[in-house]
């Protein structure tokens, strides 16, 4: 064998474990996202719209303890394979981090699930026990530590629209365009709804709004995950990986 036809060969296998490592990475990260958006469904169908009226809200916990406290263990899980969703797509060198939004969204999407994780567990724990013991003080100085770490969900929630929007524009998209640009617009409602509304102007609606739209767009994540568990390397390989592959092969 020629020293051409040795480095040609080198080159090749070289090319194609980077070229299953991306693909592999993807689906593993999908698998995690699959797993965090079913978790994450299932937090939000056991919480209640929030109230802007603190002494409403204390009520409503205080009467469902035990629904809250596993509505934000489940969240505090869920957002926690979001992180893990977040840190494998920055490093698996694929399409869908290949341009500075998208590789923003990714990185946005750890540190949007970081914050409200802190938030999920504070009120699984000292807020659930103040609202049940009555105690307001310790409830409303807690209360106002979570919605400001609770401004995370924020950073989630354009991060996913722009994670779907991206995904809508691509020629290689694994779920498709219209359920994609649905999930998009589901984020930036969820943002509305939760941010604008709710925290911002304190008006009630904003709480449901946002109920319902973080629903759909974590539905939508939950198809995105599963169908990157199943998709095909190429879907999910940078253009130029490609590219450097057919040449490699030939």
Known sequence: ????????ESVEEIVNQRWKRTGAGTRVA??????GSVLF????????????????????????????????????????????????????????????????????LVVGATWITTTAVAEATVITEAAVA???????????????????????????AVIAGNEARSTRSVTPVWASWIGAV????????????????GIAVGGLIWLASTIVMSLWTLWFGIALVRSDD????????????????R
């Open 30 to 35: 999908g698998a995690w996202l699959a797993m």
């Open 234 to 249: 190429s879907q999910v390989q940078l253009a130029e990986a490609r590219t450097k592959r057919q040449r490699a092969i």
């Open 41 to 108: 469904v299932a937090s939000l169908a056991l919480h209640p719209p929030p109230s802007p009226d603190l002494g409403e809200f204390m009520a409503v916990i205080a009467n469902e303890p035990t629904q809250w406290v596993l509505a934000h263990w489940a969240a505090a899980l869920a957002l926690t394979l979001f992180a893990i969703t977040g840190l494998l797509m920055l490093t698996t060198e694929s399409r869908l981090s290949q341009n500075w939004w998208a590789m923003t969204a990714w990185a946005l």
């Open 186 to 201: 589901a984020g930036l409602v969820a943002f509305v709804g939760f941010v604008v509304l709710g925290l911002l102007l």
């Open 1 to 8: 064998m020629s020293e051409s036809e040795h480095q040609s």
């Open 134 to 160: 009555g105690d307001t003080a310790t409830f409303e100085a807690w209360q106002l530590f979570a919605e400001g770490k609770a401004v995370g969900f924020g950073f989630l929630a354009v991060a996913i």
